[in-house]
């Protein structure tokens, strides 16, 4: 038997999912093992998810750590997870995905739409991380809460402020 042949008769290992494993990883802020997926994630990889890895993170994020009604637990994972916020939302396989026409949820949301809708939520501290390094004009973009009670709520206004709305073209790979 040649060796071609061999090798087709082989069992196939599955390939990982990375984007799925990432994603099991954002509610408890495991950094560590992000970062350690990151190499091997394939940009837009997490669309055959409801959430993208950006929006996720973008509404997980954000809370005051050391909010009283909080116990050590809670303030400890928030703070993980605001700074896997800011590990995810500056890393160089994900600025292109930000504001990206081919990289949305199921709410038909871009990642910089879904963190604009969470945003009012945000403490002053993420806040000011997310107008310094992702989109200082991002109070300029408007929601208009549009159907209260329907999973998509908003719509926006002044999007330009988010800057080019980019396309699977610009994703970075």
Same mark, same amino acid.
């Given at each position: 038997?040649?060796q071609?042949? %061999?090798m @087709?008769?082989?069992?196939?290992?599955?390939?990982k999912?990375?984007a799925g494993?990432?994603?099991?990883n #954002?509610y408890?802020? $495991?950094?560590d093992v992000?970062?350690?997926?990151? +190499?091997? *994630?394939?940009?837009? /990889?997490?669309?055959?998810? @409801?959430?993208t890895?950006?929006? %996720?993170i973008?509404h997980?994020?954000?809370?005051y #750590?050391?909010?009283?009604?909080y116990? %050590?637990?809670?303030? $400890?994972?928030i703070?993980?997870?605001?700074?896997l916020?800011?590990?995810l939302w500056?890393h160089?396989?994900m600025?292109?995905?930000?504001?990206n026409?081919? &990289?949305?949820?199921k *709410?038909?949301?871009?990642?910089? %739409?879904?963190?604009? @809708?969470?945003y +009012? &939520?945000y403490?002053?501290e993420?806040?000011?991380?997310?107008? +310094?390094h992702?989109?200082?004009?991002? /109070?300029m973009?408007?929601?208009?809460?549009?159907?209260?009670?329907?999973?998509?709520?908003?719509?926006? /206004?002044n999007? +330009?402020?988010f800057?080019k709305?980019l396309?699977?073209s610009d994703v970075v790979?």
């Open positions: 038997m040649s071609m042949s %061999e @087709s008769q082989m069992p196939q290992t599955p390939q999912d990375i494993e990432i994603l099991e #954002v408890d802020g $495991n950094i992000i970062r350690g997926l990151m +190499e091997d *994630y394939v940009p837009m /990889e997490d669309m055959k998810y @409801s959430h890895i950006l929006a %996720e973008a997980q994020a954000g809370s #750590v050391n909010n009283p009604h116990d %050590e637990n809670a303030k $400890n994972r703070q993980r997870q605001n700074e916020f800011k590990y500056c160089p396989k600025i292109s995905l930000r504001h026409q081919d &990289y949305r949820d *709410y038909g949301y871009t990642a910089l %739409e879904r963190l604009r @809708s969470s +009012e &939520y403490c002053i993420m806040k000011n991380f997310v107008k +310094e992702i989109c200082q004009d991002i /109070e973009v408007k929601t208009i809460t549009t159907h209260p009670w329907s999973r998509i709520r908003f719509d926006f /206004e999007t +330009e402020h800057g709305l396309t699977k790979m």
